[in-house]
Each structure stands twice: as structure tokens, then as C-alpha cells.
T-cell receptor, first 112, second 115 residues
Framework: EAGVAQSPRYKIIEKRQSVAFWCNPI?????LYWYQQILGQGPKLLIQ????????DSQLPKDRFSAERLKGVDSTLKIQPAKLEDSAVYLC??????????FGEGSWLTVV | QKEVEQDPGPLSVPEGAIVSLNCTYS??????FMWYRQYSRKGPELLMY????GNKEDGRFTAQVDKSSKYISLFIRDSQPSDSATYLC???????????????FGGGTRLMVKP
């Protein structure tokens, strides 16, 4: 079974630039998550989708972050404009109904 | 106070040692408990998943949950250098509609197993 796919794996941008990350969840998983993990910390939920509807985006900085889930499958997370503190790994995860959740390899962002 | 506390380490042990990793939590609604292993530059990989209290064993790994003490543990027997990674505990509360799988993570414990 294919895992959660993410791209790009690594990205370096200057502050105030924009960046987009893409995620393809495990086939059949209705729930999709985006997490932010800062070095040395545990992952923090940014947004959770159930099919193509948003379940929770309370910790998403909406002034600069946006996310969408196309047709209830793939998802894109965008940051515009990026700040230095956005340097982190952005993890996409998916799950069937109930826990647990399965993570992708992550997209590593460095803002300089 | 964080909802889930985990000693960041690093924890350094010799090969073959028994490793004990622990998390404490404050939210009594948590019922699902997970351990993830994260290698450097990789995403977290699910190791163990338990529901409510008790023990669960899988090969060299044993997960233990004590809900009365709000304390969970992961034991690794016969530790190997390949076990060197960061171990994250995670937990969630019951959700009736199965859409509220939101996990609360500990900060992770870095483990180093030396040959």
C-alpha cells in the first residue's frame, strides 16, 4: 500500500516569498491533516479535513497560511508571505475513521 | 503546563539495554495512545497504538498505559543502534463522529543507542 506522498521534500525561500506544498493521502483515507513541526518539538496541527470539508483550522495562521483539499483527495498548503519563524517541516498525514494517523516524509522549509 | 509532557533527552544507552520512554498527560479524556518513531529528516512512523489502559507487546516493543496515573511508557528490549531516533508520544480523546482524530503530541525524546 502506498504511503502519504508529499512534495517538494526540501525548499529554501527568502522571507516574504511564497511557497506551496502538495500532499496525496493514502487511498481511501477520508481524513487529511497538515502539521507543522519545528525542530526539537512535537508536531502541531494546522488544519484537518474530513473529505473536502474543514474540521479544524483553529491553529492555522490564516493571514499567511491557506490550505485546500481538491475533490476530497489531494491537498495543498500555501504560505504567503513567509516569515523566518515558518522554518519547519510540514507534515501531511491521513487516516481512515478513528485513529491512528499515518504521516508522510514531510516537506522541509527553510526561510532565509 | 503542557497537556502532554515528555523528557526531551537525549537518552544514551549501550546496545542491548532495556530502554524506558515515558509521557505524562493532564487531560483525563485521552483514551487513544500512540508512539511514533522519527528518524532524522523523516516523517513520524507509527510504532504502537493502544486504547485505554493496559499493556501491548509487539516484538521488542511494549507499550504500557496507566490512566489512573495519567502516565504512558514505551519499553524497548535488546536495544539496537537502529533504534536511535526521536520517539514521540501522542494521544487523543474519543470522538463520536470519528472525524475528531486530533492528536496531542509530546515534544519527543531523542534516543541514542551506542554499539
Amino acid at each position: 500500500e502506498a504511503g502519504v506522498a508529499q512534495s517538494p521534500r526540501y525548499k529554501i525561500i527568502e522571507k516574504r516569498q511564497s511557497v506551496a506544498f502538495w500532499c496525496n493521502p493514502i487511498s481511501g483515507h477520508a481524513t487529511l491533516y497538515w502539521y507543522q513541526q519545528i525542530l526539537g518539538q512535537g508536531p502541531k496541527l494546522l488544519i484537518q479535513f474530513q473529505n473536502n470539508g474543514v474540521v479544524d483550522d483553529s491553529q492555522l495562521p490564516k493571514d499567511r497560511f491557506s490550505a485546500e483539499r481538491l475533490k476530497g483527495v489531494d491537498s495543498t498548503l500555501k504560505i504567503q508571505p513567509a516569515k523566518l519563524e515558518d522554518s519547519a517541516v510540514y507534515l501531511c498525514a491521513s487516516s481512515p475513521p478513528g485513529t491512528p494517523i499515518y504521516f508522510g516524509e514531510g516537506s522541509w522549509l527553510t526561510v532565509v | 503546563q503542557k497537556e502532554v509532557e515528555q523528557d526531551p533527552g537525549p537518552l544514551s544507552v549501550p546496545e542491548g539495554a532495556i530502554v524506558s520512554l515515558n509521557c505524562t498527560y493532564s487531560n483525563s479524556a485521552f483514551q487513544y495512545f500512540m508512539w511514533y518513531r522519527q528518524y532524522s529528516r523523516k516523517g513520524p512512523e507509527l510504532l504502537m497504538y493502544t486504547y485505554s489502559s493496559g499493556n501491548k507487546e509487539d516484538g521488542r516493543f511494549t507499550a504500557q498505559v496507566d490512566k489512573s496515573s495519567k502516565y504512558i511508557s514505551l519499553f524497548i528490549r535488546d536495544s539496537q543502534p537502529s533504534d536511535s531516533a526521536t520517539y514521540l508520544c501522542a494521544m487523543s480523546a474519543y470522538s463520536r463522529n470519528n472525524a475528531g482524530n486530533m492528536l496531542t503530541f509530546g515534544g519527543g525524546t531523542r534516543l541514542m543507542v551506542k554499539p
